[in-house]
């Protein structure tokens, strides 16, 4: 079984930052190899931000996030950090974490995939204002 537990979300001025964390809470670490990052607005559907594959540490980002958000891990702390600087408006909404298994060779075009995640955290709030 996995337990996600995301938070770090806040209220900051355009061009702020952030750092969310997930941790994740495995029996076995053979449950998963990837945890990503979501974003949800309102009214709007779940979007992929940024993953990592946690075995290689090979990361993954939407074209909003790149060069902006950094997915990191800490193996030690069972970790998956979000760093998000210069922030907008439009990045604002529920962030989730989540994580799953993929299969050999899938992540670079599934990894942004809501149903290939199997476990999820509660979400966290960012509030980002011009």
């Known amino acids: 079984q996995v337990q996600l537990v995301d938070s770090g979300g806040g209220s900051v001025q355009d061009g702020g930052s952030l750092r969310l964390s997930c941790v994740v809470r495995?029996?076995?670490?053979?449950?998963?190899?990837?945890v990503g990052w979501f974003r949800q607005g309102p009214g709007e559907e779940r979007e992929g931000v940024a993953a990592?594959?946690?075995?290689?540490?090979?990361?993954y980002y939407a074209d909003s996030a790149e060069g902006r958000f950094t997915i990191s891990q800490d193996t030690a702390q069972n970790t998956v950090y979000l760093q998000m600087n210069s922030l907008k408006p439009e990045d604002s909404g529920l962030y989730f974490c989540a994580a799953g298994f993929f299969p050999f060779g899938s992540l670079l075009r599934a990894w942004n995939r809501t149903n290939e995640y199997k476990y999820w955290g509660q979400g966290t709030q960012v509030t980002v204002s011009s």
């Open positions: 495995t029996s076995s670490v053979y449950n998963i190899d990837c």
């Open positions: 990592i594959y946690t075995y290689g540490g090979s990361t």
